[in-house]
């Protein structure tokens, strides 16, 4: 008698639904939190990818910048060096505002092991060369190739007694970046 007393009373009770009331609660919002962690997720990891992706290119054109510039300073084989002898007009030669302000680096020593290495900087960090796609190997052989970068640049600099140029000094473009 008394489990049919017990069963009649959980049946009618009017308080039943308000026990299982935490964790109906409990259930929504686990199932709510999951849905908007998604949509969270995704946001966050594209804000992550653009702004990594971001550092690795702006890398990728500082050293291929570096490398262009470092391939014009090298001394031309077939052409003689400029003279610095005066034009042979008697009246002097007035310099231009825009030829006052220009200013010519210094050409580069001419050394064959800093021709190939200059040579290979270059295309290490060729952007046409850079592959774009987003698989696993291709990434890998991006960061690769920016690393080995990053070291020929380096020997570079020794090579030519530059300092380290502003971007690893002050740590705007390698410092802190995983690649």
């Known amino acids: 008698m008394a489990s049919n007393h017990q069963t009649i009373n959980s049946a009618e009770d009017p308080f039943d639904s308000l026990l299982h009331l935490e964790t109906q609660f409990y259930t929504e919002g686990y199932n709510q939190g999951a849905a908007d962690g998604v949509l969270a997720g995704r946001t966050e990891g594209r804000q992550l990818g653009l702004e990594k992706g971001y550092q690795k290119f702006?890398?990728?054109?500082?050293?291929?910048?570096?490398a262009l510039v470092w391939a014009n300073r090298l001394p031309n084989r077939s052409s003689p060096p400029p003279s610095k002898s005066?034009?042979?007009?008697s009246e002097p030669v007035v310099p231009t505002e825009t030829e006052t302000e220009k200013e010519d680096l210094p050409p580069l020593p001419k050394?064959?092991?800093?021709?190939k290495h200059i040579t290979t900087l270059y295309a290490?960090?060729?952007?046409?060369?850079?592959?774009?796609?987003?698989?696993?190997?291709?990434?890998?052989?991006?960061d690769d190739r920016i690393k080995r970068g990053q070291g020929k640049a380096r020997i570079i600099e020794r090579m030519v007694g530059e300092k380290a140029s502003g971007g690893e000094e002050a740590g705007t473009a390698s410092k802190g970046v995983t690649i």
Do not use: I
């Open 124 to 142: 290490l960090v060729e952007t046409e060369s850079l592959s774009m796609e987003n698989t696993d190997e291709a990434v890998n052989d991006f």
């Open 86 to 89: 005066p034009p042979a007009s």
């Open 111 to 115: 050394n064959p092991r800093l021709e």
């Open 58 to 66: 702006l890398e990728a054109g500082r050293l291929y910048g570096r």
